[in-house]
């Protein structure tokens, strides 16, 4: 994943306000401060992210559009360049700049396979890619272009339905997977406020009546929020994981999972802070 300006300058804020936690702020403030300025560090991170996905999916399905056109078109009699070029005008959605690019450059006397080879790279979408590699081949090895483009523009269709239909399917798991992840949350917050002061008080007894090591110098409010933090981390880097699952199974790419692992770790930075905030103070 490549690193933008804008997401550089996120960084350092958030670099900026955990180092400022860190020295100038009351320590039970720290884990609050530092979680605020990672949202506000990861938020343009995962704003661009999501961008990019919307507008990647955006032109696969225009390019379902783009691959019909050019059938018909080139059914017609209309060799394929002349038909690219008709269809220049024509609106494509996130794909149109690079419909009009491929146009002027088939007009400007571009090879069509270098051009195709062009829109493939500009696209930057691996079944654009695919099937514009196909087309070039096709054009190059001659034969019924038309029926060659046919078989890929239905090729591309088969493959969104199934996209849509996996999404469909897959959208029922994602919902279980949010809320697996709240059950998860609130058994570790039962376990933190509940389980482990029990213990810790089980132990401390012990130590008194000289079953166990005491409890000489140890600082009960700086073992809680010590506990606090770990448990925090642990939800949070569980969030993170389980969001890119999530994207993966209903998606079919990691990066989609992006915006599932931000909400997770958000829900779980919101949850457990604000209960070490009313329980551990």
Partial sequence: MEFKDKDLIGIGIA???????????????FALLAGLGIIVGSLPIVIRLMRENRISQE??????????????SVKTGTPISKS????????????????????????????????????????????????????????RA??????????VADAVSMTDKLKKERKSVISSLVSQGYIIFLVFIIIILVLQFQIVPMVSGIGNVGGTLG??????????????????NAFLYLILVQGFFTGLTIGKLSEGNFKAGIR?????????????????LLFVG
């Fill in 211 to 228: 079953f166990g090591g005491g409890a000489s110098g140890f600082d009960p409010v700086t073992g809680q929020r010590e506990i606090a």
């Fill in 142 to 151: 001659g034969g019924d272009i038309g029926e060659i483009l046919e078989a």
């Fill in 59 to 72: 032109k696969e399905e225009m390019f379902l559009e783009f691959s019909r056109n050019l059938v018909e």
């Fill in 15 to 29: 670099i900026v306000v955990i180092a400022l936690a860190r020295f100038y702020f009351d320590p039970k403030y």
């Fill in 84 to 139: 690219i070029i008709n269809m220049a005008d024509k609106n494509f959605g996130a794909l149109t700049p690079h419909v009009m690019k491929l146009s002027n450059q088939i007009s400007l006397g571009i090879p069509l396979i270098k051009a195709l080879e062009v829109f493939a790279k500009d696209a930057g979408n691996n079944s654009i890619s695919r099937s514009l590699t196909l087309i070039g081949q096709a054009e």
């Fill in 260 to 276: 599932h692992s931000f909400s997770l770790m958000f829900l779980s930075f919101i949850i457990s802070t604000v209960a070490n």
